[in-house]
Nanobody, 121 residues
Framework: QVQLVESGGGLVQAGGSLRLSCAASGRTFSTNGMGWCRQAQGKEREFVGAISWNGAYTDYGDSVKGRFTISRDNAKNTVYLQMNSLKPEDTAVYYC??????????????WGQGTQVTVSS
């Protein structure tokens, strides 16, 4: 059974940093694109970032460019989201996602349960 489990969320003051992790299990994800989305209360789910299967390519939503960095460790089947210079508007539930196609970049076939990030002003 495929599982994506996010961790690292919490409460942080504006200007602070958090590092989210997404541990994948059930199959190897080393050949699949992975990424992060977020959903604030009352809003639609928003693209945060994506990383290609080999880590060679990354992409970010406009609202997080220059502040967030996505990375992956295929040996650990884990993808990370380093979030710096956090703002109150970054408050949301952050979801990890993965593609089922191989050698991919973006993909939304598998989802984690989400981790809450709250940024206080």
């Amino acid at each position: 059974q495929v599982q994506l489990v996010e961790s690292g969320g919490g409460l942080v003051q504006a200007g602070g940093s958090l590092r989210l992790s997404c541990a994948a299990s059930g199959r190897t994800f080393s050949t699949n694109g992975m990424g992060w989305c977020r959903q604030a209360q009352g809003k639609e789910r928003e693209f945060v970032g994506a990383i290609s299967w080999n880590g060679a390519y990354t992409d970010y939503g406009d609202s997080v460019k220059g502040r967030f960095t996505i990375s992956r460790d295929n040996a650990k089947n884990t993808v990370y989201l380093q979030m710096n210079s956090l703002k109150p508007e970054d408050t949301a539930v952050y979801y990890c996602n993965a593609d089922e196609a191989t050698m991919s970049f973006y993909g939304y076939d598998d989802w984690g349960q989400g981790t809450q990030v709250t940024v206080s002003s």
